[in-house]
């Protein structure tokens, strides 16, 4: 079966266009609610769904609805206010929860809003679950009987034990003092627990994008937008900057000299430094990463796009770390999903490990140039079988040789089919890209 309302991470869309309405969020909860209830084998009677969200304006009225629906399923409900989409899963972990709850849109503008899931392992859910979620939400809403309906508390201290994770993941005496840092939270749910950390941890901090106002969340900011991170580390001198996005489960970071510094070379510098046996990238990473970790012995996999798909094989493998280019980065030592603040930490611990500047540490990592078009189709299918397509790319795959690649995927969120090429060649690899691509579109 098909997945009707489930995308790639959770379920999303513009805020007053369906499914993103408060009608469907409230049958969404109880819909989730009774799923939870009936997989919660050995939770204790009491044990709550948590509930978290990002700043954006429309996130108190979908955390009602949400409530409302799993009240009405018989689940009790904790509610975290504004937090990192990583700090749900962590929280469900520790609260013995039945499952996690985000509201959020991750780095999307204000005007979207989505909804992602963890199971009682902090875990994203599973398809099989999300399909049985789908399958209730076409049944009328039932009322569990007032003696039975959830009750709801908020956990005040919510953003406290977040930041003591945070820190939890360094050694005890590990220290930034020295260190001069921008941050920029993307106006989103890592405002006040990503300056804390760091500020808690010894580092001098120029904080951006910490002030949001439901409107401006990843406007100009965050891990999408680097301009303004790049102009202050200049400007104030920096070691380096740290962009979050919205939900915090993501990271990009910015050298000393004002370059981007990305989450396949984040994911490298952290493999290398905790000496990984295994390192699971996706479908989109760049092959630099792929050939400098197998150069020093770490093996490399691939997955689907979506953390969830990385953390899957992450637990198949018994791998530690995990990552996509977006800034996605697992350390299942610590997380269960991707955590953009714990991810930056990781990489500063690897920068005092060696005693080198980020600079340094991202040039072990030789990037391949890449190119991606993005194709607009309704025929999604067309990749299926087609020996033209299939001809064509052995082309291509043939010119690069062992040293580029050729990916051609249809997209998870939008009607567009992903064409990337990379090689040694940046001119080489555009060329072929748009021959492919062009190609593409001849066949549509």
């Known amino acids: 079966m098909s997945r009707r309302y489930f995308g790639t991470d959770g379920i999303r869309g513009r805020v007053g266009d369906a499914p993103i309405t408060p009608e469907f969020v409230l049958m969404l909860g109880w819909a989730c609610g009774r799923i939870f209830r009936q997989s919660a084998v050995g939770a204790a009677e009491t044990a709550p769904v948590i509930i978290a969200r990002d700043t954006r304006i429309s996130g108190c009225l979908f955390e009602a609805a949400l409530q409302a629906g799993l009240v009405a399923a018989g689940v009790n409900v904790c509610l975290a206010g504004p937090l990192p989409t990583p700090a749900c899963a962590m929280l469900t972990v520790t609260e013995r929860a039945l499952g996690g709850i985000v509201i959020s849109a991750s780095h999307n503008p204000y005007h979207d809003n989505g909804i992602k899931f963890f199971n009682a392992d902090g875990c994203k859910l599973p398809e099989t679950t999300e399909l049985a979620i789908e399958a209730l939400l076409e049944q009328p809403l039932v009322t569990v009987d007032s003696a039975e309906l959830g009750k709801v508390w908020r956990l005040d201290d919510a953003a406290a034990r977040y930041i003591a994770f945070c820190k939890s993941t360094l050694p005890a005496k590990f220290s930034l003092r020295g260190e001069r840092i921008v941050i920029d939270c993307a106006h989103g749910a890592a405002y006040q627990a990503a300056p804390s950390v760091l500020r808690e941890l010894g580092a001098e901090l120029i904080v951006i994008g910490a002030e949001p106002d439901g409107f401006n969340i990843n406007r100009g900011a965050g891990s999408t937008d680097l301009a303004s991170l790049q102009q202050r580390v200049l400007a104030e001198a920096a070691d380096l900057g740290i962009a979050l ?99 930056a930490l990781q990489v500063l611990r690897a920068m005092h490990n060696r005693g080198e500047k980020l600079a340094t540490l991202k040039s072990d990592m030789r990037k391949f140039p890449q190119t991606l078009i993005n194709v607009k189709t309704g025929q999604n299918n067309i990749l299926r079988g087609n020996r033209q397509l299939a001809a064509a790319v052995a082309k291509v795959e043939k010119t690069l040789g062992e040293r580029g690649r050729v990916l051609l995927r249809s997209s998870g969120t939008e009607p567009v089919i992903r064409v990337l090429v990379e090689g040694e060649q940046p001119d080489q690899v555009r060329q072929l890209c748009g021959e492919l691509a062009q190609r593409v579109e001849a066949l549509l």
């Open 245 to 343: 996005d919205g939900d915090g489960d993501r990271a990009i970071l910015v050298d000393h000299l004002g370059e981007p510094v990305d989450g396949d070379e984040l994911t490298f510098i952290i493999a290398c430094d905790q000496q990984a046996n295994g390192v699971v990238g996706t479908l989109m990473s760049n092959l630099g990463m792929e050939l400098g970790l197998r150069q020093r012995g770490i093996e490399f996999c691939r997955a689907q796009v979506g953390d969830r798909h990385v953390h899957e094989e992450m637990r198949k493998r018994s791998w530690r770390v995990g990552g996509e280019s977006s800034g996605h980065i697992i350390c299942s030592e610590f997380s269960t999903t991707g955590d953009g603040l714990v991810a």
